[in-house]
């Protein structure tokens, strides 16, 4: 069964199960420990290390080994936050960090403090200007990811690195999804990784942080790991990671110019053979094996599941497909289509054939859930009824809105206009993105008795 999915998480790589398997024979002892058994536990996770930061681009002694690349974010944040609390307690990230980085900003406003969200273009990217102007006096961290999770997007993070330089504001970089394609662009100060994302084991995460940063780390003090990182070190799955990563990196080159070519034919074909298709993210600044795309008028987890019998295993940031029913707020910063969104990552050694045959299944399982859901086929003009209409979708959850605007649009003259009503918060980002797609002018939202009121307006 084709497994689509790499940016959650890789197939454990072959050299990480080797390693893991032989280190859990030779480093099951206390590295703390001084005689034979600690001594050679402690040869294997020095070794790791080096070869992780070697990886990474930093000294051995600046490099801690994590239960988790979340561990590893909200350690960062909260130790540079707290080292450097003269300064200010102002904090800067994009509006599309991992959930980890924005939840950690959210605690931090609890406590007290403030912080920034610097917006992206369309394609998921923060201009390295606008980035510099939300920086101030009192900013005591700066967060960037090195490439964006959900669209694949890459950020500026050099020109980034450059004006927190200047301003003296260290920078984390959160590189969870491009470490194991390659090193991160020097400038940054701190760096958080997660394993698991490269095709090392789960629970190893990475934490990176350059002499002469500030750094306090939080809670209980732990004589473990520079007292970074609380708690016995699990040798074996730090040995499996290290390993790991150092072989990824020797594949990368080969690796990513195969893979970028089959996401490029996934990029081009699939517009062609699914109506009503968005492809989101930036086409050449991005990872190399991941693509996301948007579907009108579907329902994103019914899609999801129709290719999962199709054995195609894929991911989606739709809000139909989330316990909150709201949209990803990465999608949501972008301004770009949630409603039966695809999240597309090839792990390594993905075939061309594999790919073909996803793009043989796709426009079926598509069209069968848009009939299934109703969906028009076409928006047609009718008899013209009234200037105005008013939709009801109160209760009815995405892609419904939107399928019953795109059926009355025609009823309208040119100039006449649609108000939907909708308690659904997907239409807040749906029915504008909607507009764009199908060349229609949304005029904006109102509030309603319940819900919202969204307008828009028939231009063609």
Avoid at 135 to 158: F, I, M
Wanted: with cysteine; net charge negative; hydrophobic share 45%.
């Amino acid at each position: 069964m084709p497994y689509f999915d790499a940016a959650s998480s890789a197939p454990l790589h072959p050299v990480a199960h080797q390693a893991l398997l032989a280190a859990l024979d030779e480093g099951w002892a206390d590295p703390a420990r001084l005689y034979r058994e600690g001594r050679r536990a402690r040869l294997l996770l020095d070794v790791a290390r080096e070869a992780a930061a070697e990886a990474v681009g930093c000294r051995p002694d600046e490099l801690t080994f994590t239960s988790s690349g979340t561990r590893a974010v909200h350690s960062a944040i909260s130790g540079a936050l707290a080292g450097r609390r003269r300064v200010g307690r102002h904090l800067v990230v994009s509006a599309v960090e991992h959930s980890s980085v924005l939840h950690a900003a959210a605690t931090h406003e609890a406590q007290g403090g403030t912080f920034a969200e610097v917006p992206v273009d369309r394609a998921g990217a923060v201009s390295a200007a606008a980035y510099g102007e939300a920086l101030r006096e009192d900013t005591a961290l700066a967060c960037l990811q090195s490439a964006n999770h959900e669209v694949g997007t890459e950020q500026p993070v050099a020109e980034v690195a450059e004006l927190c330089r200047a301003s003296d504001v260290p920078l984390l970089v959160d590189a969870a999804q491009s470490l194991g394609w390659g090193p991160v662009p020097a400038g940054w100060s701190l760096l958080a990784a997660s394993a698991h994302k490269w095709g090392g084991p789960s629970g190893v995460g990475l934490l990176a942080v350059r002499k002469g940063v500030r750094f306090a780390p939080q809670g209980p003090a732990d004589e473990r790991e520079s007292g970074r990182a609380a708690g016995f070190e699990n040798i074996p799955a730090v040995v499996a990671a290290a390993a790991s990563l150092r072989a990824v990196r020797a594949e990368a080159a080969a690796e990513s110019v195969r893979l970028r070519a089959l996401v490029d034919l996934i990029r081009a074909r699939v517009p062609e053979l699914v109506p009503d298709v968005e492809v989101v993210g930036d086409p050449v600044r991005r990872l190399p094996h991941l693509v996301t795309f948007s579907c009108l008028y579907v329902d994103g987890e019914t899609l999801l599941h129709e290719l999962d019998r199709a054995e195609f295993s894929v991911s989606s940031g739709s809000s139909c497909t989330s316990s909150t029913l709201t949209p990803s707020h990465v999608l949501r910063a972008m301004g770009v289509l949630s409603e039966g969104n695809v999240r597309v990552s090839l792990p390594a050694g993905t075939t061309a054939e594999v790919v073909d045959r996803f793009l043989r299944v796709l426009p079926g399982v598509v069209s069968e859930v848009r009939e299934r859901l109703g969906a028009p086929v076409s928006v047609a003009p009718s008899p013209v009824a009234a200037t105005s209409l008013v939709v009801d979708s109160l209760g009815k959850r995405c892609p419904i809105p939107v399928i019953e605007l795109a059926k009355v649009i025609g009823e309208v003259p040119v100039g006449g206009t649609v108000t939907v009503l909708s308690d659904d918060e997907a239409a807040r980002l749906d029915i504008p993105a909607w507009c764009v797609m199908r060349e229609q002018e949304y005029v904006g939202e109102q509030p309603a008795d319940r819900g919202s009121a969204y307008v828009v307006r028939r231009l063609s």
